[in-house]
């Protein structure tokens, strides 16, 4: 007789049920949680992006393993999930997973705009509500500031009917970032979304201390500056010290760096290994590293600048 055991051991997902998990990844993680300035709301720290990993299309070999993603992170108190239309077949993807799983009743969807005119705007943040399968996007940004003299006023529109909860900008390069400022400064923005990482650290200099002045939540996109960060620590071992801010791998180092910002409201990783989201999920609880620590971890990653570093 074919056991249980056996069939999880067949899919895959035997480890993830516990016996070659760490103690860790096993337990039930108490994600900390963070106030969006302009309203109390809390949000809990680790949020999931889409981009590339929710990239996918009907196959279930690439489906299923996203579904266990999307159920841990539900399971273990992560609500934020930030997608948008330029990412592919992403926010159908979720879409289709979200039909099958049990979704939180505080769930945070937030998605983008990125469009040309005026109408193709609204034609896309309609297909967006959508595609994702949600009645109402709760956050809604203008991806990486395109048009965003057209799209931003439609948000702001959009946001007075009731229809948006929340609006915001993204930016993920470093040449938006003058332009990314001067709306900060002049728009009513809820919340920013920007590259931050302890390799990619241009945003700490006036980004991240305007956010904090004028109230807005930061959202922080490519934690991992897209994966390179482990390549990059690849033959290197985590130092004794990170214990002292309850890290054990690589994921939660990185994380934790990102989360000690005192701007930061939520951090975006994007995975599509559910052991990987464990992992990251563990990097929402416990301490965090202090001013001298985030020092010594810039010290030991020693990139600065912009990728690729050569
Ligand atoms: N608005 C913008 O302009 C913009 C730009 C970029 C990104 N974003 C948003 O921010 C999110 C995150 O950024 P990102 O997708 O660029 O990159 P990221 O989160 O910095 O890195 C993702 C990569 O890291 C790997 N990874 C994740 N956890 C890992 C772990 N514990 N151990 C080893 N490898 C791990 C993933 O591979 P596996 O799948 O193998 O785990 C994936 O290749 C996006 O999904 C998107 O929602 C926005």
Redesign the pocket.
């Known amino acids: 007789m074919i056991t249980r055991r056996q069939i999880l051991a067949n899919t895959g997902q035997l480890c993830l049920l516990g016996a070659f998990t760490p103690t860790h990844l096993r337990a039930q993680i108490t994600l900390m949680q963070r106030a969006i300035p302009k309203t109390g709301e809390y949000l809990p720290v680790i949020g999931l ?5 929710f990239n996918v299309g009907d196959d279930p070999n690439e489906l299923n393993p996203l579904q266990r993603v999307l159920e841990l992170f539900f399971r273990h108190g992560g609500t934020v999930v ?3 239309p330029a ?1 592919g077949p992403s926010e159908a993807a979720f879409g289709y997973l979200a039909e099958r799983i049990n979704l939180p009743d505080d769930l945070f969807v937030a998605t ?1 705009v990125r469009a040309g005119s005026h109408a193709e705007g609204i034609r896309q943040m309609d297909a967006s509500a959508q595609k994702m399968g949600v009645e109402n996007i709760d956050l809604m ?1 203008v ?2 500031l395109a048009d965003w003299k057209t799209q931003l006023p439609i948000l702001k529109e959009r946001k007075a009917q009731g229809i948006y909860r929340y609006i915001g900008i ?4 470093v040449e938006l970032y003058d332009d990314f400022i001067t709306i900060m400064n002049n728009e009513p923005l809820d919340f920013i ?1 920007i ?1 931050y ?1 302890v390799a990619e650290r241009q945003a700490e200099e006036r980004i991240l201390p305007l956010a904090m002045d004028r109230g807005i939540a930061v959202f922080v ?7 390179a ?2 390549s990059h620590v690849q033959s290197k071992a985590l130092p004794d010290w990170a214990t002292e801010f309850d890290c054990d ?3 939660q180092f990185f994380l934790k760096f990102v989360l000690s910002h005192p701007a930061v409201t939520v951090a ?6 559910p052991q ?2 464990l ?2 999920l563990s990097a929402g609880q416990g301490l965090l590293p202090n001013t001298e620590l985030r020092q010594r971890m810039v010290d030991l990653i020693g990139l600065t600048g912009r990728p690729p570093w050569t």
């Open positions: 992006g889409t981009y590339r990993t930030d997608s948008s990412y983008k940004q991806h990486s993204t930016a993920s390069r979304q590259n990482s996109n490519r934690p991992f500056v897209a994966g960060l482990f791998s690589w994921g975006l990783q994007a995975t599509s290994n990987h989201l992992d990251n």
